[in-house]
């Protein structure tokens, strides 16, 4: 069955962009234009169908997953496992020092230029990686599908890919598994060719967290306004499968799905407009939090107080939620997750069992907690939870300031 759904070197520099960082296998359209725009995968409801990513298994195994201990170090929870099924790596063994390869989506949205940097430190503390080779997609999936031909003909040691979308990648993945070990991690592919897919508990349990708080804070008949990158990224997908779950069962009411591209203008665009025409909207649901503040903007624009609202573990909504007191929770999709493919290409080539599925933990961040993520040393599109403190450079390869 395949797995749910969910030439540069080290040292090249990163370009600051302001762009999202998610595409799709389809066009983006905005779900009120277009109900259809997910494919049929069960029956329909007040927000239309569900989408074809959606697996009610993987779901009730990752919202369980929410309760559960992780396994490993308690000071490093890129290298923990929620309920790992590990694999045999012993025929991948070999002796080093290595080449490990990197087949990147992209860096064009501040989430992924810090993990970039927080895997490119990692490397820094491994004397046994020889060689570190990277390549960057750029958003393009025949971008990528070529440079991972470029990187299986480069003769890697192992091959670590950040899909720039699910179904279309999928072939260049099977193609390279056959050549050497893969590990995958961040979006997933349709096979489970790879070694290990790593990803923290995933879309449904993000979605999740913040349709629950919205169910929770918003009364009864309230609007809802759900605000989507694009479509055909799975943890995005499933994000809104989850919620779309959470809301169709609440008495709530979803006056919109809208698809941003991740663009703090046009966000703020479609949020005026809801308010506009709607007169009142009562909460604001996120499948990515890059553009929250931009959103809060809007209903101050129009002299309304910001509605319950969710967001991400980025400084600059972790910092309008404090001065602001705003009611809003943050689900995360922890940047340190870049850390532990690096990790875990290095326990296969030495022969060592990895899981299958590296599920790591994922924290939400609420009202209690706030205090413990807010970095003032570190910029507004800093993401809280890059487990890059430890890592040399910090915080100033990171963009901020020490003391």
């Given at each position: 069955m395949p797995r749910p759904s969910p030439l540069v070197h080290a040292a090249v520099?990163?370009?600051m962009l302001a762009a999202a960082g998610c595409t799709s296998d389809r066009p983006a359209t905005t779900a009120s234009q277009a109900p259809d725009a997910s494919s049929s995968a069960g029956p329909a409801a007040g927000t239309g169908e569900q989408s074809k990513f959606f697996v009610q298994a993987d779901y009730d195994a990752q919202l369980a997953m929410r309760g559960q201990a992780a396994q490993g170090p308690a000071d490093k929870p890129w290298e923990q496992a929620i309920d790992p099924k590990m694999v045999d790596t012993a025929t991948h063994k070999k002796d080093g020092p290595y080449e490990i390869c990197f087949s990147n989506a992209?860096?064009?949205?501040?989430?992924r230029q810090v993990g970039w940097r927080s895997m490119q430190a990692e490397v820094a503390l491994h004397k046994d990686i020889e060689k570190f080779t990277a390549l960057d997609a750029e958003g393009k999936d025949d971008k990528q599908i070529s440079d991972i031909a470029e990187l299986q003909a480069k003769g890697c040691d192992a091959l670590i890919i950040s899909p720039n979308t699910t179904a279309t990648l999928t072939p260049a993945?099977?193609?390279?598994?056959?050549?050497?070990?893969?590990?995958v991690f961040d979006r997933g592919v349709e096979t489970d060719c790879p070694v290990t897919f790593i990803k923290p508990i995933g879309g449904y349990a993000f979605g999740a967290d913040a349709a629950e708080f919205l169910v929770e804070k918003v009364p009864a008949g309230g609007k809802i306004l759900a605000l989507r990158i694009s479509p055909g990224v799975d943890v995005l997908e499933t994000r809104w499968s989850a919620a779309?779950?959470?809301?169709?069962?609440?008495e709530?009411?979803?006056?919109?799905?809208?698809?941003?591209?991740?663009?703090?203008?046009?966000s703020k665009g479609i949020v005026s407009d809801y308010i506009q025409r709607h007169g009142k909207i009562d909460g604001i649901w996120m499948d990515a939090g890059a553009t929250a503040v931009a959103v809060a903007e809007a209903?101050?624009?129009a002299g309304l107080p910001v509605p319950p609202i969710t967001g991400e573990d980025q400084q600059d909504f972790l910092r309008k939620w404090k001065d602001d007191g705003l009611t809003a929770i943050a689900p995360t999709y922890p940047t340190y997750q870049w850390r532990t493919p690096i990790i875990a290409a290095l326990k296969i080539l030495k022969g060592e069992e990895v899981p299958e599925v590296w599920n790591l933990p994922q924290p939400k961040i609420t009202q209690e907690t706030l205090d413990d993520y807010l970095q003032p040393n570190m910029p507004p599109l800093h993401y809280a939870l890059c487990g890059c403190e430890d890592l040399p450079g910090f915080p100033e390869n990171w963009g901020g300031k020490k003391g």
């Open positions: 520099a990163l370009t992209a860096v064009n949205n501040p989430w993945v099977k193609g390279a598994c056959d050549a050497l070990p893969v590990i779309k779950v959470a809301f169709d069962a609440s709530l009411e979803v006056a919109g799905v809208e698809f941003t591209d991740g663009d703090a203008a046009k209903f101050e624009d």
